[in-house]
Structures are given as C-alpha cells and as structure tokens.
C-alpha cells in the first residue's frame, strides 16, 4: 500500500512538473507583427480587426506604431523597423515606384507589397465639396472663380485633380484653389476669402458635425473625372512576406475575416473607429466607409490609368508602367 502512495505521489508530481513546463517548450508563443499607420486616412477594416481581438485569434501580437510622416513611415517599412503600413496614398506610392525605378535604371525589386487598396467612388463617396450653410452657392458652377481650399497632399494631386474634374462645369482657368494645412482645416470656411472646400473623411465628417456647414457636391473627381478614385494603399514589407511567412498568412487571414465581418456590419465598423482616428462617439457613427479591394482583387488596370492620369495632370514625372514591376502583392496563391 505505501509503495502504491509512493508512486501516486511520484505520479502527481510528474503531472505538475509537465504542466508548469510545456508551456514554454511546447506551446508556440504568438508572433509579433509592428503594424505602422497614420490614424487620419481610411484604415476601417484593420481598426476593426483589432477592435475584435481578430489578430489574437490568428497568434499574432499586433503592435501600433502611429506615424505623421508618410516618408518615414515608408524608410520604416523599407528597412525593417515595422511590417506592415496602413496606409499611404497611392499617388505617393507611384512617386516612389517612379523614383526608384529611375534610380535602378528600372531593374529594380519593390520592398513593399500592395495588399489593400481603398477607394471614392460616385456610389460610395469619401469625400465632398462644401460650402458654409448659408452660403449663396448652391450649384457647382457658381464656384467660377472663387477660391476652393483644398488640404494639402503629399503629391499635390488633388488640386491638379480637382481643376480638371470641374472642368465639365467651370472654365480651368477659372478653377481658383487654396492649399491649406490639416490644422487649419476646423476653421477653414470662416475665411471669407475661401468660398469651398474639398474634403475628405474624417476631416468632412468633423465638419459637417459640427454644423454650419453643407454639402455642395459629393466627391467631385469621383463624380466628373475617375470613377473608383485610389485614395489609399496599405502594404506589407517584402521582408515579411519572406522571413516570416506563417505570420504573415495569418495577418492575411485575420485582415480578411476582419473585411468579411465588418462589410456585413458596417456600424460596428464605425464604432470602432473613435480612439483610433480621434472621432468622437457621433462623428464615429456618421463618417463614411470608402471603397476596398483585396491584394486578390485590386483592379490593375484601374491603378495604371490612375499613375496615367497623374502623368498627363503632371503629377508624375514620366509614363509609368505598374503591371508587371512587383508592387502587387501576389503570395498565397
């Protein structure tokens, strides 16, 4: 009998010593992946992911990394220091792609991957052109020379952009904008001299919830001038995609249950968006969704007539061929 307790206690013994130490050789700890963005564009789908612990379900231990300069968000990605980055303009990238390929003499091997790409659309706009509610303008055509602020872009696009999309109503020459700062954008239309202004969410939102102001036109270079607009495009390294594959199949699978779940449900999209974009509770409910397409469906052909479009408004320096050069992400097949 005691050599039967003897070994039930041996026994016991071995059980807890197993339990206290499998966890750290056989349980696989979750990999970290430095998630850089910049909290003023149009990354829904990755707030929500990690607003419903989507990433954790995967293994994955997401890190935030906030950034306020789109170059030094890009060197981080380039050389390692975060995975992954939501999101750039996509004029911004083709300027890149552009200036490297220049640089390479165009044998060259991007560092970074498309992996999402976001959209204004004329049935989906992200944007618009307003005017103080009270204003006398009330059609499109009355901006005839008068000044329509538009916040600066790391490319100039949108003023380019906006000049020849009104051009269907107003004489270009005719077309008066304003380049003015995000930090100046609250008080914007309190200047008598701008008379409009284009903007896109979350500053529109900001504005139209705050009151005395309206909607002139939704989107304009949606509406007159490129029908899906790319806004934005998130991309992962290279490295990444390479060194650690496993972690990099399940940031794709937890950013794809993330799109599934939160197309179906966009008001919980939206409430997921107030810490992360700095909106409050009410603006949170009321900012719009833009557009998204997948590394499997990014419309290629659409991206190139946009880096065509940017050629021909003097955006980019010289024709650029995008199919075919390795920014899109094409793992996982």
């Given at each position: ?92 990238l083709l300027q890149e792609m552009a200036d490297t390929l220049t640089e390479m003499e165009g044998d060259t091997v991007h560092l970074q991957k498309a992996i999402m790409s976001f959209y204004s659309t004329s049935e989906k706009p992200y944007g ?101 607009y790319p806004l934005q495009v998130a991309c992962i390294s290279t490295s990444f995609l390479t060194k650690k594959s496993e972690a990099a199949l399940n940031f794709r699978n937890a950013l794809e249950e993330s799109l599934q779940f939160g197309d ?70």
């Amino acid at each position: 009998m005691q050599k039967l307790v003897t070994f039930l206690i041996f026994l016991l013994i071995v059980v807890l010593i197993a339990l206290v130490t499998i966890p750290q050789w056989a349980v696989k700890k979750p990999d970290k992946v430095l998630i850089g963005h910049f909290p003023d564009v149009p990354n829904c789908w990755l707030y929500f992911g990690l607003d419903q612990g989507l990433f954790e379900k995967y293994k994955l231990e997401p890190k935030l990394i906030e950034f306020s300069s789109y170059e030094e968000a890009l060197d981080s990605l380039q050389n390692g220091r975060i995975d992954c980055f939501f999101s750039f303009p996509w004029s911004f990238l083709l300027q890149e792609m552009a200036d490297t390929l220049t640089e390479m003499e165009g044998d060259t091997v991007h560092l970074q991957k498309a992996i999402m790409s976001f959209y204004s659309t004329s049935e989906k706009p992200y944007g618009a052109l307003v005017v103080p509610e009270k204003s006398a303008i009330t059609d499109v055509k009355k901006l005839s020379r008068k000044k329509i602020g538009v916040v600066r872009h790391p490319c100039a696009e949108l003023e380019a952009l906006l000049v020849r999309a009104l051009q269907q109503e107003i004489s270009p020459r005719n077309v008066h904008t304003e380049s003015v700062e995000k930090s100046q954008v609250s008080s914007l239309l309190e200047d008598k001299e701008i008379s409009s202004a284009l903007l896109y969410e979350p500053n529109l939102v900001r504005m139209l919830q705050r009151g005395k102001t309206q909607i002139l036109q939704e989107d304009p270079i949606s509406s007159y001038l490129i029908d899906a607009y790319p806004l934005q495009v998130a991309c992962i390294s290279t490295s990444f995609l390479t060194k650690k594959s496993e972690a990099a199949l399940n940031f794709r699978n937890a950013l794809e249950e993330s799109l599934q779940f939160g197309d179906l449900n966009e008001a919980d999209v939206r409430g997921s968006l107030a810490d992360y974009m700095n909106l409050t509770t009410s603006e949170s409910r009321k900012v719009r969704l833009p557009l998204f397409e997948t590394y499997e469906t990014i419309d290629r052909d659409a991206i190139q007539n946009f880096a065509d479009l940017l050629t021909s408004e003097g955006v980019l320096p010289d024709t650029l061929e995008t199919q075919g050069q390795g920014i899109f992400f094409d793992m996982f097949e």
